[in-house]
């Protein structure tokens, strides 16, 4: 499965994104170029036609993580995985509204996504 998963990763701090690039990669997965902003995250996914989405719910820019997550399902049939680094009521509330695969709170390995993309892809 994973040798054929494409994953778009939108995440703003680097350091995470590298440690998670990294694993998946190790993984097998093909990671898609790193989109940091929401505006970025929209246009990489409508280019690359990603298999799943690891969205970070904070992002810099217009549009967080949500919002961005809400415009690319208009745009693009992928699954959604989001990534948060607070487990608020109603962030979650809106996370949940958008039917995604699920969601977890940060710090997260990449042997856990994968886990969950094998159950759920």
């Known amino acids: ?20 690039k990294m694993g998946l990669e190790e993984l097998g997965f093909h990671v898609c170029p790193l989109a940091t902003r929401g505006d970025r995250a929209i246009e990489l996914a409508t280019r690359e ?8 719910v904070n992002l810099p820019g ?18 959604i995985l989001f990534l948060t680094g607070y487990h608020d009521d109603d ?11 699920g969601y977890f709170v940060k710090p997260i390995s990449a042997e856990r996504i994968k886990e969950m993309l094998e159950e759920n892809l």
């Open 91 to 101: 962030i979650i509330a809106k996370i949940k509204a958008l039917n995604p695969l």
């Open 62 to 79: 217009d549009l967080n993580g949500i919002e961005a997550a809400a415009k690319i399902q208009e745009l693009v049939e992928t699954k």
């Open 1 to 20: 499965m994973a040798d054929k998963t494409r994953v778009l990763l939108v995440e703003d701090e680097v350091i995470t994104a590298s440690s998670l």
């Open 49 to 56: 036609k990603p298999d799943v989405i690891l969205m970070d």
